[in-house]
């Protein structure tokens, strides 16, 4: 059972809606079904398209790729596959220049593990 500690004080707004975003948006998605492999997995590009979506039309994230980016390993361009290279240059990308009021938001649906 994984047990997390419990802080010292609530944090001030707990039942309160947050505050609405009032800088840019901007979104990396990541989806990885290992095609070929025998961890292939089959409903993680889905996924991505799914939360793509739920972003946009819900909570008005733009779809263009200055404010959204895309990694799944369905691409044939290089640059948009989900490799750590990318991975990593994507999340830079996602913070670069992060202001107060931002919104950033960071979604991976893969097999998951740990490495130290």
Known sequence: VYNQPIGLSNA??????GPE??????ALLVGVNYPG?????SGCINDVLRM???ISQMYGF????D???VLTDDQSNYSLLPTRSN??????????????????????????AQQL
């Open 87 to 112: 991975i990593l240059t994507g999340l830079q990308w996602l913070a670069s220049g992060a202001q107060p009021g931002d919104c950033l938001f960071f979604h991976f649906s893969g097999h998951g």
């Open 62 to 65: 733009p779809a263009s790729p």
């Open 21 to 26: 975003p009032s800088g840019r948006k901007r």
């Open 52 to 54: 793509q979506g739920l």
């Open 37 to 41: 492999t025998q961890a292939e997995l």
């Open 12 to 17: 001030p707004c707990i039942g309160e809606q």
């Open 67 to 69: 404010a959204m980016r």
